[in-house]
């Protein structure tokens, strides 16, 4: 964040490490960083290339997951998954071990997450989640290439549609739905790749290959 010249703020698609904005989310990140103060316990940045075509956006970062390693999906059950399926379709190279320097790199596309802190109970509220949207809209901003986002839940569903204007009730967020937004992008939706969800059938790898299989026709 810097100051413009006429005193409004201006907002780069990364949060500072430091990141004042959200009360709650502030006095959690310090209190993991009392307990754990190894761990990464900060805004957790985007991963990924500028050049992407695929955005990917999840929730916001898990406690013992990204806030620990410091890079999205990396340390958490959801991650597995997720990485899995991003080399499986090309969009992904190397190989994953839940740790930031594993030498994983993406292939034309980028994760980031909706709340870029996380949250008490991997539940951020909605003002937390407005709160933090100047940072996701400099990140699309960012990406000269973008063709399609995938939202990966519900919330981070609202969050893309709110951050381009898009009203809500033309998009409703369903398992598989594409979406073709007004301003020419394409918004995916798929089940949240956590461990809940999976455990409990709501999703499965076959449910979550399905949306990526589809992207991939879409992109070549």
């Known amino acids: 964040m810097a100051a413009g010249a006429n005193g409004n703020v201006i907002f780069g698609p990364e949060p500072p490490k430091d990141c004042p904005r959200c009360p709650r989310l502030v006095a959690y990140r310090q209190e993991n960083a009392r307990l754990e103060p190894h ?4 805004p957790v940045p985007s991963f990924g290339t500028t050049q992407a075509r695929l955005l990917i956006v999840g929730l916001a970062p898990g406690r013992m997951g990204a806030n620990r390693t410091g890079r999205p999906f990396t340390g958490d ?10 080399l499986r379709y090309g969009f992904a190279k190397g190989e994953y071990h839940a740790r930031p320097d594993d030498g994983l790199k993406l292939v034309d596309c980028m994760i980031s997450n909706a709340v870029r802190c ?18 996701f809209e400099a990140r699309l901003a960012s990406l000269s290439k973008l063709k399609i986002i995938l939202a990966l839940g519900r919330i981070a569903h609202d ?5 381009l204007g898009e009203k809500k009730a033309l998009y409703p967020f369903a398992h598989g739905a594409r979406h073709e ?19 409990t059938r709501r999703l499965t790898p076959e449910m979550f290959q399905s ?3 589809a992207i991939r026709r879409e992109l070549g």
Request: net charge negative.
């Open 159 to 163: 969050q893309a549609l709110a951050t």
């Open 211 to 213: 949306v990526f299989e």
């Open 77 to 86: 059950y959801a991650g597995v998954l997720l990485y899995e399926t991003l």
């Open 39 to 42: 761990w990464f316990n900060g």
């Open 181 to 199: 937004l007004s301003g020419g992008r394409i918004l995916y939706d798929s089940f949240h790749c956590s461990r809940y969800n999976t455990s």
């Open 118 to 135: 996380a949250p008490p109970e991997n539940k951020p509220e909605p003002k937390e989640i407005a709160t933090c949207r100047p940072f």
